[in-house]
């Protein structure tokens, strides 16, 4: 089967679309166009190119040349490339850091993380019974949790974590939040299950320099998606005209 291209390398937007990289194109378009309004100093231009030629483990400048080369590169798009990842951080850092506490406070709930052991049973009556048989010392949780349960968290002797507190079901996420470390709880109906649970540790998210710098990527990236829906939004009228065009066309071909 031949694969030879008898297009013009020119490729149109319809021509994106239709092979589903419309999107990413804008997105990489709209990257490229807000980190070249970010100026970098001397110092930041060489440790850029540093931190590129260490991520593509390109060890000298005969190396870095075959690298753009093989990527079809021009100098020019290259040092562009090498420049970006830290022009978008700084950019990131510049725009978005005053607004990262108040992100943090909105996600806080989410951003709490637990380890806790879960043993899960479709019988109450079981479910009671090794309750009490852990909670008197008799038989340990993990050993119960590989033999008797009927989740997932058999596989892991009914460890489960760390995990976002808020992955669980909210019945058992207000039971966790109050739960002491290490008391296993009376068994609880969720739904068709009966649930023995001992929390081991909650983690409390706390604003530190690390999850500041996460909260400011986060609204670095919920603006790129909103630039790239309202770039979206402009073209879908213009394609949708053309490939109306382009049926109408089609059927006065297949009809005459």
């Not at 540093?50 to 000298?60: K, L, M, N, W, Y």
């Not at 090498?82 to 108040?102: H, I, T, V, W, Y």
């Not at 109450?124 to 033999?147: K, P, Q, S, T, V």
Request: include cysteine; aromatic fraction near 6%; hydrophobic fraction near 45%.
């Amino acid at each position: 089967m031949s694969v030879e291209s008898q297009e013009s390398p020119a490729v149109s937007f319809e021509d994106l679309a239709r092979l589903g990289l419309l999107e990413p194109y804008i997105r990489a378009n709209l990257l490229a166009l807000a980190a070249s309004d970010v100026a970098l100093s001397d110092e930041q231009i060489d440790a850029a190119r540093q931190a590129f030629c260490r991520q593509h483990q390109i060890r000298d400048a005969e190396a870095l040349k075959a690298w753009a080369v093989a990527h079809m590169l021009s100098p020019a798009a290259l040092e562009a490339q090498m420049r970006q990842s830290l022009q978008l951080q700084l950019l990131c850092q510049g725009d978005f850091s005053a607004k990262a506490e108040a992100r943090f406070l909105q996600r806080k709930n989410q951003l709490d993380r637990v380890v806790y052991s879960l043993l899960r049973l479709r019988d109450g009556g079981l479910a009671r019974e090794l309750y009490l048989r852990i909670d008197d010392g008799d038989a340990n949780f993990a050993d119960l949790a590989a033999r008797y349960a009927e989740g997932p968290e058999q596989a892991t002797r009914g460890i489960v974590g760390p995990v976002p507190l808020t992955q669980a079901h909210p019945a058992l996420v207000d039971r966790l939040r109050t739960a002491p470390p290490g008391v296993v709880l009376e068994p609880f109906q969720i739904e068709s299950w009966w649930l023995v649970v001992r929390l081991e540790s909650l983690t409390s998210a706390t604003f530190d320099e690390a999850t500041a710098a996460r909260m400011a990527e986060e609204l670095f990236e919920q603006w790129i998606s909103e630039q790239v829906e309202r770039r979206l939004v402009d073209l879908r009228p213009l394609l949708e005209k053309r490939v109306s065009a382009d049926a109408s066309q089609k059927t006065t071909l297949g009809s005459s």
